[in-house]
Nanobody, 127 residues
Framework: QVQLVESGGGLVQAGDSLRLSCAGS????????MGWFRQAPGKEREFVAA????????YYADSLKGRFTISRDNAKNTVYLQMNSLEPEDTAVYYC????????????????????WGQGTQVTVSS
């Protein structure tokens, strides 16, 4: 079964850091662009970050640049999202997703560009 499984979420205080992991199984994802999205209650799913198959270039939501870092380890079939200086507004379910291509450029911000999604991991930031 091909799947993505996120982990690393939790309840933290404002200013803390978290690292989310997204482990792929069932096939290699080393040839896939990968992305992170998030969805807060009552809001639409929004783009967080994306990474091409070889780890560069990377793309970020403008509002998150400098606080979040996406990376990948193709040997482990895993993508990471390092989140620093967390704010209550970062509270959401975080999803990772795999694209059917190795690189998508600006299209990497669109959820429709991805064809496989994980189940999500909850991140809650208290003030």
């Amino acid at each position: 079964q091909v799947q993505l499984v996120e982990s690393g979420g939790g309840l933290v205080q404002a200013g803390d850091s978290l690292r989310l992991s997204c482990a792929g199984s069932g096939r290699t994802f080393s040839n896939s662009a990968m992305g992170w999205f998030r969805q807060a209650p009552g809001k639409e799913r929004e783009f967080v970050a994306a990474i091409t198959w070889r780890g560069s270039p990377t793309y970020y939501a403008d509002s998150l640049k400098g606080r979040f870092t996406i990376s990948r380890d193709n040997a482990k079939n895993t993508v990471y999202l390092q989140m620093n200086s967390l704010e209550p507004e970062d509270t959401a379910v975080y999803y990772c997703a795999a694209a059917p291509t190795a690189s998508m450029g600006v299209m990497s911000r669109a959820p429709a560009a991805y064809n496989l999604w994980g189940q999500g991991t909850q991140v809650t930031v208290s003030s």
